[in-house]
């Protein structure tokens, strides 16, 4: 594949690696009643994605003994200067399998001519820059029923908390800095995709969400109707600033908050949200994934396999997700205690306690702050 001036980032591979396993999913058995696929990469830069969806993701013969299926990839980026190199990169995987349909427009002007003309998607990858907020409610229009949405956000500093006003702007939230701030944005984003899929009265299920550093990342099926109580997974979590107790909300149930454990202070809570409160990866989804590789020519880097194994074992809950060296500082301990000392002492005592695969050297744990309190006492 060749690079000119325009955009490509070497440490996206994590992305690119799950981008082309749901391609191979997809095509090789994930919707095995459909016969004529589409998939859409909004914005392709040079076409790295669709080059590996064609070569790694439907290499594979078919089964003769089945209708072949047919592929449609839809493959656009505004930039011209892409377009040249765009073309020529796709030469790779031009054959009579896969139909291209390569164009140079303005993503928006895109989504807009496609719901126009009732055309629909099993798969959108949307990588783009900064909030992909005001692209979501025209993809989902596009999407099938049950089709996937991989997106990627950059907005890193208000959806972490970082610029308060931007993040009521983008996504409608009250967003703080706090030690568990990747997840919280994961989150905060979950809850953006959700009110949009709402709206559509469409229901939404993450599959596999992550944050390798600058972006964060997430694979979610968009389902053809809500499912039921849905909406009781959008809260708020709030945090105390000064001891770390967390707590959250549902906003069907919202009401006083109670007092945290702060003996001298009184406590003061921080607030995030609305935002997801439910699970962020489907174990099932990512185990199927990790298979795909041994029958599948698909080339995954051996970083990114280590990060879906870590997914595949951290559903994302319990919600309360817990860094050591902000707990041995919040309770004056000497040092942070071991994290696997904390998980066993939890577990002894008949809590869920697990590692946290978003934020390396976190938990996850359901027990109250006080008896994580008295554990980390013991433990360090
Ligand atoms: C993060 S890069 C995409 C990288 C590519 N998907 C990859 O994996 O290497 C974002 C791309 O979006 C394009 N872009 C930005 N705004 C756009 C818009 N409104 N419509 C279409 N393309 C856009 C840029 O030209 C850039 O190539």
Not at 77 to 96: G, M, P, Y
Not at 113 to 140: M, W, Y
Request: aromatic share 8%.
């Amino acid at each position: 594949m060749e690079l000119g001036e325009g955009f490509f980032r070497p440490a996206a591979r994590a992305s690119r690696d799950l981008s082309v396993l749901i391609a191979c999913d997809q095509f090789n058995g994930g919707l095995t009643s459909i016969s004529e696929l589409r998939w859409l990469e909004l914005m392709s830069g040079y076409g790295i994605r669709p080059i590996r969806w064609g070569l790694e993701a439907i290499a594979s013969k078919q089964n003769t003994k089945k209708k072949p299926r047919s592929l449609e990839m839809w493959i656009n980026d505004a930039n011209s200067d892409c377009l040249d190199l765009l073309e020529k990169n796709l030469r790779q995987i031009t054959n009579k399998r896969i139909s291209l349909r390569i164009s140079n427009s303005l993503a928006q002007d895109l989504l807009a001519r496609a719901f126009f003309e009732k055309q629909t998607f099993h798969f959108v990858d949307l990588d783009c820059f900064g909030s992909p907020n005001i692209f979501l409610q025209p993809v989902i229009q596009v999407l099938q029923p049950e089709g996937i949405l991989l997106l990627s956000s950059t907005d890193a500093r208000s959806i972490t908390g970082h610029d308060r006003s931007s993040a009521i702007r983008t996504s409608f939230v009250s967003a703080r800095s706090n030690p568990s701030n990747w997840e919280i944005a994961l989150r905060i984003q979950l809850g953006v995709i959700a009110r949009q899929a709402w709206l559509l009265r469409r229901g939404i299920e993450p599959l596999c969400c992550f944050c390798d550093g600058r972006a964060f990342r997430i694979a979610v099926r968009i389902n053809r109707l809500i499912p039921t109580h849905q909406e009781s997974l959008i809260g708020i979590l709030g945090r105390c600033q000064f001891c770390g107790a967390q707590s959250s909300q549902t906003l069907l149930s919202l009401k006083s908050w109670q007092e945290c454990s702060c003996n001298s202070r009184k406590g003061s809570w921080l607030f995030n949200g609305p935002l997801w409160l439910g699970p962020l990866q489907e174990k099932i989804f990512i185990s199927k994934l990790l298979a795909l590789e041994k029958v599948h020519p698909v080339h995954i880097d051996e970083q990114s396999k280590k990060l879906f194994e870590r997914l595949k074992l951290d559903s994302g809950l319990p919600l309360f997700s817990w860094d050591t060296n902000e707990l041995s500082k919040n309770l004056g301990l000497k040092g942070p205690p071991p994290l696997n000392h904390l998980i066993e002492a939890l577990r002894k005592k008949n809590f869920k306690a697990h590692q946290s695969a978003i934020m390396q050297g976190q938990l996850r744990t359901d027990a109250p702050f006080s008896q994580l309190s008295k554990i980390c006492h013991e433990c360090s």
